[in-house]
């Protein structure tokens, strides 16, 4: 089984997978699923085509990572852009778009850089496109902004394991733009 992580940068992703990637290890009864943070493989196998100067980001080969994924199928995919590649399941953290941008300004991203980011969570921008590109019955919506990085691993945990029904479009921040 592939389950893809996604959303938006300053979600809670990476720190959620290094949980659950523990719990695999503890836990004989949980799936042994490989977890791979993509935008380390992107970095340490130079999988990328340019560097956007603007923004100060690396513009991702997303064929070169599919054809580094392939074969890699027990696995929880952890990126903005894991919901790109195959998966039998798509979870889509989600993040008040004020609480993402003080994450992201906490961690030293320019603050125009923070803003269009939220910007982007406020538009589901993200989630849009894991259901235009897996449909509906294959996403798991997690919203992440009021719960610490357990509770959001018991979600993912839950989305692994199938305890959880797939959601997509439950989680409304389009007052953020008003």
Do not use: Q
């Amino acid at each position: 089984m592939r389950v893809a992580v996604t959303g938006t940068p300053g979600t809670g992703k990476t720190t959620a997978t290094d949980i659950l990637a523990a719990r695999f290890a503890a836990d004989d009864s949980l799936p042994d699923l490989e977890v791979i943070h993509l935008n380390s493989v992107l970095d340490e196998e130079g999988l990328y085509t340019e560097v956007d100067a603007d923004r100060g980001s690396k513009i991702a080969d997303l064929e070169a990572l599919a054809e580094w994924l392939e074969g890699r199928d027990d696995a929880v995919i952890d990126s903005h852009l894991a919901h790109h590649f195959d998966a039998d399941r798509v979870a889509v953290l989600r993040c008040a778009p004020e609480t993402l941008e003080e994450r992201l300004l906490e961690r030293g991203e320019t603050e125009a850089k923070a803003a269009e980011n939220a910007e982007s969570e406020a538009l589901d921008v993200v989630l849009s496109e894991a259901v235009e590109t897996h449909g509906l019955e294959s996403v798991y919506e997690i919203d992440t902004t009021d719960r610490d990085p357990e509770a959001v691993a018991d979600a993912l945990e839950a989305v692994v394991a199938g305890d959880r029904e797939p959601s997509a479009g439950e989680v409304d921040f389009m007052g953020y733009l008003t």
